[in-house]
């Protein structure tokens, strides 16, 4: 009898090892969440129908924000798009990152300004986590004589980029010539062939996805798309909207938006025709608020209403339609109010894929507003720019709970707007409110640390 309990005791006990060896295996060989961050250019905060707009169809997109997380405080890293998208990279906020501006000051140029090789960017963070990234599109983030700073050059494994300016032989750089991989022989943009500029990118990003990318790796794919930036080639032949009898550049303007939707549903698809939705975290944001160069961003109300366009630091400058999808991590059809931006980014990115993210990093993690969490909140968020080389171009603000301040260079005022009251920034309130005004001062001069190429970094106060 004792021999008999002794073997059962045995066959349980190899049992339990055995379903353990098991649990650890497969949670150790448990694939790793793919990201893909897709950013629009200019795409202002009500240009989306899930944010409001009436006239412009993004069918697809407000039918993906349905089935995951609309988030209605969420911010670009300012108000223009290098050093917006350098924050998105690094998770540095613009008073501390390299890139303050378009260009800067170099010696005696007024010229572009590349990332510094000191600043760690998402896909050099995740390489530590076993990922393999890929970049489509613009990137806005080097100079086009140093390859080393393009995106190839910065941790990206894949990437299909146009640049722009002069060579390192002082050629002038065709815009529609997109570099893969930073050779030589790339691939010429023909605009006659495609109604859109990112139809012809989409179809790079399918084909990593089904032939580029290593099997069983997780992947970052950034894809930094061009819609609705204005361009004679962002779009070419198209019938959409010329019933509405809308002036040309606006008809333009709408059809690249609704010609967009469809990209990001042919890339959606492919993911859903490879199973891979269930294991994949989508986000969907822009760089800054409407251009008003091309178009009217009144037209279309391409803010939403929100005071300021491209280049402004109110809130039509900076806040932009926002949202996470996740299937079956994120709830559908929720929405969030937590004040989050650009900087805010790395750090989630690093929290869903295991790894810490690089000290640099001013952002705060929003995974677990995502998943319905407690979520920690900024003290206060910060943005700066510098527009052109004159006083009036640099530029400051910061929100602290419902507090906006705006500052611009040459005026030494810092204005003050409740956004719980005011949203549309329409009643300065500075002089009724002195100390809140000091208070959000000492914000915009701590945050802004000097940077050489450029002279008004730092801030401006008599």
Not at 7 to 30: D, G, M, R, W, Y
Not at 194 to 209: C, G, P
Not at 307 to 335: C, N, Q, S
Not at 387 to 409: D, H, L, P, S, Y
Request: hydrophobic residues 35%.
């Amino acid at each position: 009898m004792k021999s008999v309990i002794y073997s059962l005791c045995l066959v349980f006990l190899f049992a339990s090892c055995k379903n353990e060896i098991k649990k650890e295996t497969t949670a150790t060989n448990q694939k790793k969440p793919n990201i893909i961050f897709l950013l629009a250019d200019d795409m202002g905060y009500g240009e989306l129908g899930a944010f409001g707009q009436k006239e412009i169809q993004t069918p697809f997109l407000d039918s993906l924000i349905g089935q995951g997380k609309k988030f209605t405080n969420f911010y670009a890293g300012t108000a223009v798009c290098s050093p917006s998208r350098a924050v998105l990279l690094t998770g540095m906020h613009t008073g501390h990152v390299s890139i303050r501006g378009n260009k800067g000051v170099l010696g005696k140029k007024f010229t572009r300004i590349p990332l510094r090789k000191t600043e760690v960017t998402i896909p050099e963070m995740l390489k530590k986590a076993g990922y393999q990234s890929a970049m489509i599109g613009k990137w806005h983030l080097g100079v086009p004589e140093d390859v080393s700073t393009w995106a190839k050059g910065r941790g990206f494994d894949y990437a299909v980029q146009e640049q722009w300016g002069k060579d390192v032989n002082g050629k002038e750089i065709d815009e529609r010539m997109h570099w893969v991989n930073n050779n030589q022989d790339s691939i010429f943009y023909d605009f006659k062939k495609y109604k859109i500029l990112d139809e012809f990118r989409t179809n790079f990003a399918l084909e990593y996805l089904k032939e580029e990318k290593k099997p069983n790796v997780p992947y970052f794919l950034y894809m930094s798309y061009r819609i609705p930036h204005a361009h004679e080639y962002h779009i070419t032949h198209n019938d959409l909207y010329r019933e509405k009898g809308w002036p040309e550049a606006e008809r333009n303007h709408a059809a690249r938006i609704t010609l967009f939707d469809n990209q990001v549903r042919r890339l959606f698809n492919l993911l859903k025709k490879q199973g891979e939705l269930e294991n994949t975290l989508i986000i969907f944001s822009s760089d800054n608020g409407p251009q008003k160069e091309n178009h009217d961003p009144l037209f279309f109300t391409s803010s939403a209403g929100l005071k300021g366009h491209k280049r402004d630091l109110y809130e039509g400058g900076v806040r932009e339609p926002m949202f996470a999808y996740w299937k079956g991590k994120i709830m559908p059809g929720t929405v969030s109010n937590h004040q989050s931006t650009f900087y805010d980014v790395m750090p989630t990115i690093a929290e869903v894929a295991g790894v810490e993210a690089p000290k640099q990093t001013d952002g705060i993690s929003f995974l677990p507003e995502l998943l319905d969490k407690k979520q920690p909140k900024h003290k206060h968020l910060y943005w700066e720019i510098q527009i052109g080389k004159k006083v009036e171009g640099f530029k400051q603000a910061t929100r602290k709970g419902n507090w906006k301040a705006v500052r611009i260079g040459n005026t030494y005022k810092t204005e003050l707007y409740d956004l719980s009251k005011d949203e549309f920034e329409q009643n300065d309130v500075s002089e009724k409110y002195p100390e809140i005004v000091k208070e959000m001062n000492k914000i915009l001069q701590k945050e802004s640390v000097k940077n050489e190429f450029y002279p008004f970094s730092g801030g401006i106060f008599k």
